[in-house]
Structure formats: C-alpha cells, structure tokens
C-alpha cells in the first residue's frame, strides 16, 4: 500500500531552520513527482516546491526561494524539504505529496498529485 509520512515539524524562533522528511513506502519515489504543500489556518493550500520525478529537477514557489531546498534520499525512499531563515508566515501544516504517474515534471498545484500525507505542523514564532 502506498503511503507517505512527514516529520520534522515543530516549534523554531524566526530566522531558525527545520528539515522536514517525507518518507514514502509502497513505491519508489525517485520516480515520481514529490511535493510540499502548506496550509495556514484560514488559508488556501500553497505549493512550496517539488522534485520531478522525470528528471529531478526542483521548483520553488516565490514565496520561500533561496530559503527551502528540497531534495531526495534514494537510498531511504525519502524526500526532504531544509527550510532556513524561517519566518512567522511560514506557520502551517505542511503535507508531501505524490504524482500518481511515473517520470513527470512536477507543478505546484495540487490537483497533479494523487497520494498525500497526515501533514507536520510547522510554527515559527518568538
């Protein structure tokens, strides 16, 4: 059964860093598209980035470039998202995501992804 679980969330002081971890089981994620979702009270789901599953390649919403990097681990069938100089509006609960079809570039909307995780609640406050 395919399944994705998140970690990592937790409680950082502005301008601090988490590392969330997506692990996936019940398929290999190098090949499949994996995203990061986030979605603060209140607030329609954002996409913060993705991997593609064709090539790797990543995407970063405007919103958190130069300040999250995601990447993947083959070896534990994980993807990761470093979040540095975190900031308050990054308050959420973060969800991974998978693309349902092999090899494909990825995008930031959520209607692409077909298998998704609990979610890991981020909160960035003093």
């Known amino acids: 059964q395919l399944q994705l679980v998140e970690s990592g969330g937790g409680l950082v002081q502005p301008g601090g860093s988490l590392r969330l971890s997506c692990a996936a089981s019940?398929?290999?994620?190098?090949?499949?598209?994996i995203g990061w979702f986030r979605q603060a009270p209140g607030k329609e789901r954002e996409g913060v980035s993705c991997?593609?599953?064709?090539?790797?390649?990543?995407y970063y919403a405007d919103s958190v470039k130069g300040r999250f990097t995601i990447f993947r681990d083959s070896a534990k069938n994980t993807v990761y998202l470093q979040m540095n100089s975190l900031k308050p509006e990054d308050t959420a609960v973060y969800h991974c995501?998978?693309?349902?079809?092999?090899?494909?570039?990825?995008?930031?909307?959520?209607?692409?992804?077909?298998?998704w995780g609990q979610g890991t609640q981020v909160t960035v406050s003093s």
């Open positions: 019940g398929f290999t994620l190098d090949y499949y598209a």
């Open positions: 995501a998978a693309d349902g079809v092999l090899l494909r570039l990825c995008v930031l909307s959520e209607y692409e992804y077909d298998y």
């Open positions: 991997i593609s599953g064709s090539d790797g390649s990543p």
